[in-house]
């Protein structure tokens, strides 16, 4: 099991918002990481430290934190949004890294 | 450009060994933290391994339990993951990736580059 929790599907109409969330108890101490990974490709960082995008990523994606959660918003849904989100993070050790089980988002 | 190749994949039997390796450039390979994270084709991604920029600092997935080796050789800008004692649960696609954080000592979860696989399958 995870120690990072995603629900497994989430799903948002064409130019809607989104969010997609992931919680865990190593939350409340280590910042998260969000990739996006499409069908039969390697992720793609969204996402990481305190609300950074990743190269390339536009801002109509952004982050947040609160308390043992975080989350990724995602504006004006487009139909290339359409992937596998994961979160990831620090262990409650702060020595290990996490994945959570991953959201699929349907636009 | 940043460039991460994985090779030495291969279909093995169980309790053999396999060792991967993913050669770099676009970067200054000695700067950064590598990762091996693998994913069960349809299924989520796990981190297996990291290891800090100059070698002296590695750590492992719970479930490799003293398995898997991972290694650096920065005059070679290759990254290294060695596998022992492989089982069925093993089989996987297995990226490497590159840590986002330069000269970090403590690893980080935010991998700003991937390559595209290496699938090890036991049977």
């Known amino acids: 099991s995870s120690e990072l929790t995603q629900d497994p599907a989430v799903s948002v109409a064409l130019g809607q918002t989104v969010k997609i969330t992931c919680q865990g108890d190593s939350l409340r101490s280590n910042f998260a990481a969000w990739y996006q990974q499409r069908p039969g490709q390697a992720p793609l960082l969204v996402m990481y430290?305190?609300?950074n995008r990743g190269p390339g990523i536009p801002d109509r994606i952004s982050g947040y934190f609160s308390g043992n959660t975080a989350s990724l918003t995602i504006a004006g849904a487009q139909a290339g949004d359409e992937s596998d989100y994961y979160c990831?993070?620090?262990?409650?050790?702060?020595?290990?890294?996490?994945f959570g089980g991953g959201t699929r988002l349907t636009v | 450009e940043v460039k991460l190749v994985e090779s030495g994949g291969a279909l093995v039997q169980p309790g053999r060994s396999l060792r991967l390796s993913c050669t770099t450039s676009g970067f200054n390979f000695d700067d950064f933290a590598m990762h091996w994270v693998r994913q069960v084709p349809g299924k989520g991604l796990q981190w297996v391994s990291g290891i800090d920029f100059d070698g002296g600092s590695v750590a492992y997935a719970h479930f490799v339990r003293g398995r898997f080796a991972i290694s650096r050789d920065n005059a070679k800008r290759t990254l290294y993951l060695q596998l022992n004692g492989l089982t069925a649960e093993d089989t996987a696609f297995y990226f490497c990736a590159k840590d986002i954080l330069v000269g970090a000592t403590r690893l980080s979860p935010s991998f700003d580059s991937w390559g595209q696989g290496t699938l090890v399958a036991v049977s």
């Open positions: 430290g305190q609300n």
């Open positions: 990831a993070s620090r262990d409650i050790t702060g020595s290990l890294v996490v």
